[in-house]
């Protein structure tokens, strides 16, 4: 299985982006899928995620209100729209997919399966 992320750029505090993950490999399964990011000298961080039904989505609390995930299920892609973009939100950010019961460990990195190479956002003036 193959995650591509896309999307990823630099954007002024306030701005919006909108990134892009398809799964690609397995035609057989469907993914509960999310989002980390990882900012410079920092630990990787949970961002979201949403049931491989697109539903259920859950947010980091610094995010909520700001962020949207959201899954098309027919095509197996999930897409995190990001407004009110702090500089803070700077990291790289990596799309990740999980077959396994979509629960409480969906915060923790260990539950995803597969992880995409990372789309780089940045913000700032």
């Known amino acids: 299985v193959q995650l591509q992320a896309s999307g990823g750029g630099s954007v002024q505090p306030g701005g919006s982006l909108r990134l892009s993950c398809a799964a690609s490999g397995d035609t057989y399964s469907a993914f509960n899928m999310g989002w980390f990011r990882q900012a410079p000298g920092k630990e990787r961080e949970f961002v979201a995620s949403?049931?491989?039904?697109?539903?259920?989505?859950s947010y980091r609390d610094s995010v909520k209100g700001r962020f949207t995930i959201s899954k098309d299920i027919a095509k197996d892609t999930a897409s995190l729209q990001m407004n009110s973009l702090k500089s803070e939100d700077t990291a790289v950010y990596y799309c990740v997919a999980a077959r396994g019961p979509y629960g409480t460990n969906r915060y923790t990195s260990g539950y995803y399966d597969y992880w995409g190479r990372g789309t780089l956002v940045t913000v700032s003036n």
């Open positions: 949403i049931s491989w039904r697109g539903t259920d989505p």
